[in-house]
């Protein structure tokens, strides 16, 4: 059973840094994405970066246009660890964080960035911005 453990998160001011951490264990991962998305209160689960990897040493990223420029996910693969790196922070950035794994691997077309599409989650971390 495949496993997502996140950390990271808080409170913190607007225009403010956090860092997300996704620690991934038990079986190995068929898929060769890994995604983060966010929910605010009363809204759907959205995309807000992935990082694909299509050989060794080469990799793909993608954002949501609304955290481009101030996100960045990065991963550790010796410590098989996803971060996501959020600066400029703005109270729209606040919401459960969750990482995420899709079931299948996406080498010549983009990752999904349905929800739906994704089969392994982290427990989400709450990250709240004060204006």
């Known amino acids: 059973q495949v496993q997502l453990v996140q950390s990271g998160g808080g409170l913190v001011q607007a225009g403010g840094s956090l860092r997300l951490s996704c620690a991934a264990s038990?079986?190995?991962?068929?898929?060769?994405?890994m995604a983060w998305f966010r929910q605010a209160p009363g809204k759907e689960r959205e995309f807000v970066a992935d990082?694909?990897?299509?050989?060794?040493?080469?990799?793909?990223?993608n954002y949501a246009d609304s955290v481009k420029g101030r996100f960045t996910i990065m991963a550790d693969n010796a410590k098989n660890t996803v971060y996501l790196q959020m600066n400029k922070l703005t109270p729209e950035d606040t919401g459960v964080y969750y990482c995420?794994?899709?079931?299948?691997?996406?080498?010549?077309?983009?990752?999904?960035?349905?929800?739906?599409?994704?089969?392994?989650w982290g427990q989400g971390t709450q990250v709240t911005v004060s204006s």
């Open positions: 995420a794994a899709p079931p299948n691997a996406y080498y010549s077309i983009a990752p999904p960035r349905q929800s739906s599409d994704y089969r392994h």
């Open positions: 990082i694909r990897w299509t050989s060794p040493g080469i990799h793909y990223l």
């Open positions: 038990g079986r190995t991962f068929s898929s060769n994405v």
